[in-house]
């Protein structure tokens, strides 16, 4: 029998929001893999309000597979600009799938990163199928997005994955929370961090991982939630304790600065102009466990390089 090589037909994958820190993530790990091609698109380069751009890259690009990580996140921003939330965030998502539509492009995919601040104070943890009550306008805005994304894929008749994730970090924004804390306490700082908001703690590594096969298999099109594996969601209070805990199994003068650093907690009332979910806790009914949060977070200070 002939043996016939099978053809590897690499796949064009757009990524908005590519400057961000989960888009700088995702543009890593596919330009690991050479079945894919990537395009990354940045605020720049293409605006996601702006409907004449967008026709633009699916006219330039014909991808396979459109991954939006774009968004204003900010959440006091938000607040403060509601237009420009609603724009970016709830309209921006449906002009991508749009777009994607009018190009004539049905058999692609669309990924869309949401946020658990979709979810309000109704209860401790959330499932897929949940409804949301945001609190907020960034959690109403991206909630809006959702419902958008939802209603344009289905006019479209594309496949789509909304995927709601929480408190990400990653090595792309040594400014963010994680990082922050590690060097501060491995410089025996005192930190005052809020003990009554809780959530997961989310390696953008492992987010990653778990969503790209999304793009391949045959899961149905929804909301798919992604976050590191917890018994209960932890405030960040709690998570610069462990950070403390694996600081501790450092070197000799590290574990001695490290112990010396001392924690206090403080409350949401306290810090925050806006209010927030208190404990908006995602179940992930729906694909494989990711990584422990408690695990991941030890391999992600260990490539620190502080211990
Ligand atoms: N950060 C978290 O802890 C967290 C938690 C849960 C869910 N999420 C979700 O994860 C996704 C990625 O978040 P992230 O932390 O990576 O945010 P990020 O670092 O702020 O990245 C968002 C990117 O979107 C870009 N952007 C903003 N407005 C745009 C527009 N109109 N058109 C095109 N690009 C635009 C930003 O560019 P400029 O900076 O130039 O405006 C930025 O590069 C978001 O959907 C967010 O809701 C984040």
Redesign the pocket.
Known sequence: MKHEKKKRVQKNVLV????????KEFCYALRKNARYRVFP????T????DESALAGCMKKVRPDIVI??????NVDACEDHVLKAW???AL?PGNIVRALGDAKLRRAVFVH?????VFGNDKKAYRETDTPHPVNAYGGS?YGGENNVEHEARSAGLRYYIV?????YSRF?ETYFIDTVAKALARSETLTLVSDQKSVPTWTRDLVRSVLPLCFGRNNSGTYHVVNDAERAVSKYEIALEIKRILCFGSGALRTRAARARLRRAFRKDIFKVERPASPFLINTKLPKLPHWKRSLKEYILSLHLV
Do not use: P
């Open positions: 908005f929001g590519a400057e961000g820190m989960l888009g698109a940045s605020h720049r293409a605006d996601i309000t939006n990580c774009a968004a204003f996140i724009q970016v965030n921006g990163i949401s946020t658990s601040d991206k709601r994730t929480s408190w990400i924004r």
